[in-house]
T-cell receptor, first 115, second 115 residues
Framework: AQSVTQPDIHITVSEGASLELRCNYSYGATPYLFWYVQSPGQGLQLLLK??????LVQGIKGFEAEFKRSQSSFNLRKPSVHWSDAAEYFCAVGSPSGGYQKVTFGTGTKLQVIP | DVKVTQSSRYLVKRTGEKVFLECVQD?????MFWYRQDPGLGLRLIYFSYDVKMKEKGDIPEGYSVSREKKERFSLILESASTNQTSMYLC??????????????FGPGTRLLVL
């Protein structure tokens, strides 16, 4: 069965500092990988996704993520964090299951940005 | 832009009540999903539907049922609400078929409190 681990429950960074959120997955084949962001009181919004090809994926809002098969990781990065990036971030892994894509979400990492 | 709307942002119900959560999407998506989100547990799939009148159990279907009479609308039903169903409920939709690269589009969520 597929699974996702986000080892950091809560991260605090200063505005302007770089950010890396960790994600490790478990899946037998090449996975489909996603990062979603959830602002307070909102639903989830897709930041970026990886299916195949270039292992460095660019997303919205200046985020990027790198797929490393050898480490089973898909870490999210941003070179300079803005106060508006404070939110909860979810990594997810998807795989074909019957006629649809089964997506398993991690438990989330809450990002706090301090001035 | 895809829009997924949920009928209520906040609901307060009493134990034993029958509760209906409604979700509507406006992009003609085939697949619709209901998740519950709890702190430290991430998102867990309750039910999904890949077509009108079709439904499949997710990971935690106990205590819930669903209805999909029209393509754009997917309802989650708590037959007899219990306090352990207090949670945030998120609806999502994607395009269907066997294309496994769809992004899930989420509604804003319904925060349900069962007293």
């Amino acid at each position: 069965a597929q699974s996702v681990t986000q080892p950091d429950i809560h991260i605090t960074v200063s505005e302007g500092a770089s950010l890396e959120l960790r994600c490790n997955y478990s899946y037998g084949a090449t996975p489909y990988l996603f990062w979603y962001v959830q602002s307070p009181g909102q639903g989830l919004q897709l930041l970026l996704k990886y299916f195949s090809g270039d292992t460095l994926v660019q997303g919205i809002k200046g985020f990027e993520a790198e797929f490393k098969r050898s480490q089973s990781s898909f870490n999210l990065r941003k070179p300079s964090v803005h106060w508006s990036d404070a939110a909860e971030y979810f990594c997810a892994v998807g795989s074909p299951s019957g006629g649809y894509q089964k997506v398993t979400f991690g438990t989330g990492t809450k990002l706090q940005v301090i001035p | 832009d895809v829009k997924v709307t949920q009928s209520s942002r906040y609901l307060v119900k009493r134990t034993g009540e029958k509760v209906f959560l409604e979700c509507v999407q406006d992009m003609d998506h085939e697949n619709m999903f209901w998740y519950r989100q709890d702190p430290g547990l991430g998102l867990r799939l309750i039910y999904f539907s890949y077509d009108v009148k079709m439904k499949e159990k997710g990971d935690i279907p106990e205590g819930y049922s669903v209805s999909r009479e029209k393509k754009e609308r997917f309802s989650l039903i708590l037959e007899s609400a219990s306090t352990n169903q207090t949670s945030m409920y998120l609806c999502a939709s994607t395009t269907g078929g066997l294309a496994h690269q769809e992004t899930q589009y989420f509604g804003p969520g319904t925060r349900l409190l069962v007293l």
